[in-house]
């Protein structure tokens, strides 16, 4: 189900930790309970351990904007639905499964990666991820190109770099706006602030194709460094230090990494324009094999496939399938999940790998909005 981010605080059960007292029999002082569900985690022992350890798992969590409103919406979509105490002892041990960090696993040797055996494919499956929205972009943007320039988390606080522009005949480039969301709670309203106005970024051979090719804008040490096009032949590096809200400078460095579908790579995508991108394929060159994981258009399923994109530690690649779809390939168990769907109306761009509290994660864009789609638990 997808569900808005906002700035609500989460309730106080859930959230604030108050000193001790003859009345507090859970997170939250029971002496001020009102809701029949305070009053029934009041009432029973197990279930004030369940929302005291459900306090402890969130409280180092709380300053990140978007857990802050999971939480939130967990408190109101879940929580207070409930009716009996099994109900309750059974969302608050997921939630706190769910708030607990997830141990890193060690990263897969590529040589370990073995094809599938000839005429075998992978096991497609419908496999939905919680999303949510994290923002908007601003009001009377309305730019038609918007993709994820780039992401990362510092200090634990994901940032992201968006565009959004319409295409400049004259410069043969995108001219629009470039914006920073900063993922902190407390934050400024409103989320996104604004880079630079109207600008031609280059950001890629190719925005919007099915490979995007090289990347002219990135992230460095905290910094932002991009190429701003001047005049048909003038370009001017900047930079920008990630959540400073400083005019961007210029910059002698400048910023260049592979196309998406070739950076953190396990093996060797097989996807290219000879068959129409419909078509997606995986060579492993230390056994000279290769295996298909979207083998081409059948009676069930069209591929139109866009922007491959590796997660940077998992044996995972991510895409787009008509602009309607994102999909997750698994190189271990071969595994073709659908794990984002839109309706016809709606398009996804840019699917960007981004770790959740140790969970495997991805944001990318509907539309104008900035979303954040989570592994569930198996």
Known sequence: MKRWICQVMV?????SLFDGSEAQAASFDCRKATADVEHMI???????????QLAAAFNPLKNQRSLQSIQSDWLASVRDECETVECLEDAYTRQVRFLTPV????SVNPKSLQPLPAGQGYVQREHPWPRWT??????????RQRYIVAATRRSGIMHVILFSGDFDKSLFCYRGNLYEYVDKFPGPRPTLHTIAENICLDGADDIGGNDEGKHYAGLIDGMLYYRQQMSTYEFKGMSYALGSNAA???????HRSLSRSLENAKAVLLFSADNGYGQLGMYYSHVGKSEDIAPGNGPQTRWLIYNPTWNPSRPVVYFINSLSFIWRADLVDKTL????????KTQVHSPTPMEVNGREGVIYL????????IAPDD
């Open 366 to 373: 509907e539309d104008d909005q900035l979303m954040m789609a």
């Open 337 to 344: 999940s659908k794990i984002i769907e839109v309706d016809d």
């Open 42 to 52: 009041c009432d029973t022992p197990s279930l004030s351990l369940l929302d005291e």
């Open 134 to 143: 994290l923002s908007g972009m601003p009001q009377g943007d309305l730019g």
């Open 248 to 254: 961007p400078r210029e910059s002698s460095l400048l």
């Open 103 to 106: 141990p890193e696993k060690s």
């Open 11 to 15: 309730a106080a059960s859930a959230l």
